[in-house]
């Protein structure tokens, strides 16, 4: 097996030559495809030498960021952590590398001593190194580079990590390392008294205890979700504390009242008043939590700390900003909310540029815009935020939790499972964490694990809206759209005031064919929060009742809300079309066409994506012969998706094939595409 596997496209062979002898120059073996062994199958010759090459090198060129062999040959050395990019010409390399530092030989002369080939020769040379300790599986994948910390610490910073022994366990299992013997505890959210802002202040303490005590190696602290649950729920999961607290304050001071309850007593096992200047937040805090620890009768003695655990920050302003963009960003989906939580995040940064925590709420705004807007710079900033989080500290597992999400959205499945699963081992309690893992197992065709993932979720937080929104979301994507209104119907019970789950409600009770049901709900959801998600449901809604007009109103005021999603141009365009403008449906499509082709370069591998931008090419007249092509890399993804048969088959209708398009449509029944939806889409009536 060879030291280097050489990725790049084969119209780059020329160009590549000079790296191969330069290569080989400095003594590494290269394999670079061309010599395959007779008798032996061309593909699992290339994923046998990827699995064992200690790198893999990929030259960038106009040529290969187009390259599907070149993105999948890449993607394998990126997830083995064996990735050494490099760049032949003036270009970005795909969104899922650019986080990568790529050397640029765009200037190189070809000389295997020329000065700019030694930083490629030094990383070869490290990779080759370092593999020779690693396993063939490769075990567990390296974490990003961790700079070191900035070294000052002020004391009260210092007594607080010797008294709790901050630390973590190791990342590389999935059990919980922490003594048996334990104390648990749930922080409940404490209240303000008064209405002079003594509220934000009360989110403001309650978060920084819960996350000292997270963070320390002396208790387990509960999701805060568990909070509203009763005292038999809570004994059934062994948890054994719950504090509560209130706070207030005066124009110089804040006075919070803490209550320590032990859950199988119901009685107070500690109460206090403390009193610290404005000035003074986190010190309060951090006397609250000793004083909670003492009161468990925890020992700090008994407990080892981790090294290599930094504190969060040692600005207690920059502390208090992140608190309060947390709680932006927990309590509302606004694109107000998420401004005004990025304004906290940036002024938290400013206080402390190496604030890890600010970082990665960012990285969870960007994300959350993008999966929202469509907008790849959103995706690009995500990742660029998540990257520099782990760098200053790797032990975050909110930022390994925002990095699975983001490798969710490029279609990267097994990268977002270890890296959920590095998060839940730093917060073994967090469900949104353990529904990351069951969603990456999902889409890993893992559905009996994710299942499994799903019930542990529910597990640590039984009346948890997001696990029922969760199972709501799952049950649609496999077409249970039954089960699917179930879950939403729940997830609305326990949290009536969320626009999202009534978005939710409304798509899937549209797909079971309760029509009115779902303008009642995509109503109730616009009622609650005007988004863009709302809109278009209500428009689809409008639809398939044969209300045009109405309907493409919603979708144009969808659109400038998020003016970078395809799909609101697609559905526009096909709204349009019933209506007899030829030009603006035109106009219409061909935005949603270049959007779709956007937004793959995220993810290649987006079947929604490659199938509607197959249908927007068909109807411009498909100029450069490249829907069937879509369909074809669509189909060679999943066989069991009906959205894509139906798909499919307004695609063979706009190519003038309605054969191919009827037994696409019929492909989509079998798959369980609702009948109601078929017999109401006019665009349909062709074939049905």
Same mark, same amino acid.
């Given at each position: 097996m060879a030291d280097v596997f050489l990725s790049y496209a084969r119209e780059d062979r020329a160009r590549v030559l000079p790296l191969v002898a330069a290569l080989e120059q400095a003594g590494y073996s290269v394999w670079w495809d061309r010599e395959i062994q007779p008798g032996l199958h061309f593909e699992h010759e290339i994923e046998a030498e990827l699995n064992a090459a200690a790198c893999v090198v990929v030259a960038w060129t106009h040529k290969s960021i187009d390259s599907t062999w070149v993105y999948n040959e890449a993607s394998i050395g990126l997830e083995r952590n064996r990735l050494i990019p490099l760049l032949l010409d003036e270009i970005k390399p795909p969104l899922a590398f650019r986080h990568l530092n790529a050397a640029s030989l765009a200037d190189w002369s070809g000389a295997a001593a020329d000065p700019e080939f030694e930083p490629v020769r030094l990383r070869v040379q490290r990779l080759i190194t370092a593999g020779s300790s690693v396993t063939s599986d490769?075990?567990?994948?390296?974490?990003?580079?961790?700079?070191?910390?900035?070294?000052?610490?002020?004391?009260?910073?210092?007594?607080?990590?010797?008294?709790?022994?901050?630390?973590?366990?190791?990342?590389?299992?999935?059990?919980?390392?922490?003594?048996?013997?334990?104390?648990?505890?749930?922080?409940?959210?404490?209240?303000?008294?008064?209405?002079?802002?003594?509220?934000?202040?009360?989110?403001?303490?309650?978060?920084?205890?819960?996350?000292?005590?997270?963070?320390s190696s002396l208790v387990r602290v509960a999701s805060s979700t568990l909070s509203g649950i009763s005292r038999d729920e809570l004994q059934r999961l062994d948890i054994e504390y719950l504090l509560e607290g209130v706070v207030r304050h005066s124009s110089d001071e804040i006075i919070v009242d803490v209550h320590l309850v032990n859950v199988d007593t119901g009685f107070r096992a500690w109460s206090q008043q403390l009193r610290k200047p404005r000035t003074e937040l986190l010190d309060l805090s951090f006397d609250i939590t000793l004083g909670a620890i003492r009161a468990m009768g925890a020992s700090?003695?008994?407990?080892?700390?981790?090294?290599?655990?930094?504190?969060?920050?040692?600005?207690?302003?920059?502390?208090?900003?992140?608190?309060?963009?947390?709680?932006?960003?927990?309590?509302?989906?606004?694109?107000?909310?998420?401004?005004?939580?990025?304004?906290?995040?940036?002024?938290?940064?400013?206080g402390d540029d190496a604030f890890a925590l600010a970082f990665a709420g960012l990285c969870q705004i960007n994300l959350r815009r993008y999966r929202i807007e469509h907008d790849v710079a959103r995706f690009e900033q995500a990742l660029t935020q998540c990257s520099k989080a782990l760098a200053l500290d790797s032990y975050l597992s909110e930022a390994y939790a925002a990095l699975g999400n983001l490798h969710m959205a490029a279609g990267q499945s097994s990268r977002a499972l270890d890296a959920f699963i590095r998060a839940i081992n730093l917060?073994?309690?967090?469900?949104?964490?353990?529904?990351?893992?069951?969603?990456?197992?999902?889409?890993?065709?893992?559905?009996?694990?994710?299942?499994?993932?799903?019930?542990?979720?529910?597990?640590?937080?039984?009346?948890?809206?997001?696990?029922?929104?969760?199972?709501?979301?799952?049950?649609?994507?496999?077409? /249970?759209? %039954?089960?699917?209104?179930? $879950?939403?119907?729940?997830?609305? #019970? *326990?949290? &009536? @005031?969320?626009?999202?789950?009534?978005?939710?409600?409304?798509?899937?009770?549209?797909?079971?064919? /309760?029509? %009115?049901?779902?303008?009642? $709900?995509?109503?109730?959801?616009? #009622? *609650?929060? &005007? @988004?863009?998600?709302?809109?278009?449901?209500?428009?689809?809604?409008?639809?398939?009742?044969?209300?045009?007009?109405?309907?493409?109103?919603?979708?144009?005021?969808?659109?400038?809300?998020?003016?970078?999603?395809?799909?609101?141009?697609?559905?526009?365009?096909?709204?349009?079309?019933?209506?007899?403008?030829?030009?603006?449906?035109r106009t219409a499509f061909a935005q949603a066409a270049k959007l779709a082709s956007e937004n793959l370069q995220v993810n290649r591998e987006d079947t929604e994506a490659l199938a509607r931008l197959a249908t927007y090419l068909a109807y411009l007249g498909d100029p450069e012969n490249q829907a069937e092509t879509l369909l074809a890399q669509a189909d060679a993804l999943t066989d069991v998706d009906p959205y894509l048969e139906y798909d499919a088959a307004l695609t063979y209708l706009r190519l003038g094939d309605p054969a191919a398009a009827r037994i696409r449509l019929n492909r989509a029944r079998e798959l369980g595409y609702p009948e109601q939806l078929i017999a109401a889409d006019p665009q349909l009536a062709r074939i049905r």
């Amino acid at each position: 097996m060879a030291d280097v596997f050489l990725s790049y496209a084969r119209e780059d062979r020329a160009r590549v030559l000079p790296l191969v002898a330069a290569l080989e120059q400095a003594g590494y073996s290269v394999w670079w495809d061309r010599e395959i062994q007779p008798g032996l199958h061309f593909e699992h010759e290339i994923e046998a030498e990827l699995n064992a090459a200690a790198c893999v090198v990929v030259a960038w060129t106009h040529k290969s960021i187009d390259s599907t062999w070149v993105y999948n040959e890449a993607s394998i050395g990126l997830e083995r952590n064996r990735l050494i990019p490099l760049l032949l010409d003036e270009i970005k390399p795909p969104l899922a590398f650019r986080h990568l530092n790529a050397a640029s030989l765009a200037d190189w002369s070809g000389a295997a001593a020329d000065p700019e080939f030694e930083p490629v020769r030094l990383r070869v040379q490290r990779l080759i190194t370092a593999g020779s300790s690693v396993t063939s599986d490769r075990k567990a994948h390296e974490g990003p580079g961790i700079a070191t910390r900035r070294p000052h610490r002020v004391v009260w910073i210092a007594l607080l990590l010797f008294t709790l022994a901050l630390g973590f366990g190791s990342w590389q299992t999935l059990q919980y390392n922490r003594a048996p013997e334990t104390p648990s505890i749930v922080i409940l959210d404490f209240d303000g008294a008064g209405d002079n802002g003594s509220g934000v202040l009360a989110l403001s303490v309650s978060e920084q205890i819960r996350n000292l005590l997270t963070r320390s190696s002396l208790v387990r602290v509960a999701s805060s979700t568990l909070s509203g649950i009763s005292r038999d729920e809570l004994q059934r999961l062994d948890i054994e504390y719950l504090l509560e607290g209130v706070v207030r304050h005066s124009s110089d001071e804040i006075i919070v009242d803490v209550h320590l309850v032990n859950v199988d007593t119901g009685f107070r096992a500690w109460s206090q008043q403390l009193r610290k200047p404005r000035t003074e937040l986190l010190d309060l805090s951090f006397d609250i939590t000793l004083g909670a620890i003492r009161a468990m009768g925890a020992s700090a003695a008994a407990r080892t700390p981790v090294a290599g655990n930094p504190e969060p920050t040692s600005n207690p302003v920059s502390w208090n900003l992140y608190l309060q963009g947390m709680a932006l960003l927990n309590e509302s989906k606004s694109e107000a909310a998420l401004q005004q939580a990025a304004a906290k995040f940036n002024e938290a940064i400013a206080g402390d540029d190496a604030f890890a925590l600010a970082f990665a709420g960012l990285c969870q705004i960007n994300l959350r815009r993008y999966r929202i807007e469509h907008d790849v710079a959103r995706f690009e900033q995500a990742l660029t935020q998540c990257s520099k989080a782990l760098a200053l500290d790797s032990y975050l597992s909110e930022a390994y939790a925002a990095l699975g999400n983001l490798h969710m959205a490029a279609g990267q499945s097994s990268r977002a499972l270890d890296a959920f699963i590095r998060a839940i081992n730093l917060s073994p309690d967090d469900p949104d964490i353990a529904l990351g893992i069951s969603n990456s197992l999902v889409l890993n065709g893992d559905t009996e694990r994710a299942e499994h993932w799903f019930r542990r979720a529910l597990a640590i937080a039984p009346d948890y809206w997001r696990v029922y929104e969760a199972m709501g979301s799952y049950n649609f994507e496999r077409g /249970d759209y %039954e089960a699917s209104v179930a $879950a939403y119907e729940k997830a609305a #019970e *326990l949290n &009536p @005031t969320d626009a999202v789950i009534w978005a939710g409600l409304g798509a899937a009770k549209s797909l079971n064919s /309760d029509f %009115e049901g779902a303008l009642v $709900a995509a109503s109730r959801s616009m #009622e *609650l929060q &005007p @988004t863009a998600q709302a809109m278009s449901n209500t428009a689809s809604a409008y639809y398939f009742v044969g209300d045009y007009d109405q309907a493409a109103d919603l979708y144009r005021k969808a659109i400038a809300l998020e003016p970078q999603n395809h799909l609101l141009w697609g559905n526009l365009a096909e709204v349009l079309a019933q209506s007899s403008q030829p030009d603006a449906t035109r106009t219409a499509f061909a935005q949603a066409a270049k959007l779709a082709s956007e937004n793959l370069q995220v993810n290649r591998e987006d079947t929604e994506a490659l199938a509607r931008l197959a249908t927007y090419l068909a109807y411009l007249g498909d100029p450069e012969n490249q829907a069937e092509t879509l369909l074809a890399q669509a189909d060679a993804l999943t066989d069991v998706d009906p959205y894509l048969e139906y798909d499919a088959a307004l695609t063979y209708l706009r190519l003038g094939d309605p054969a191919a398009a009827r037994i696409r449509l019929n492909r989509a029944r079998e798959l369980g595409y609702p009948e109601q939806l078929i017999a109401a889409d006019p665009q349909l009536a062709r074939i049905r």
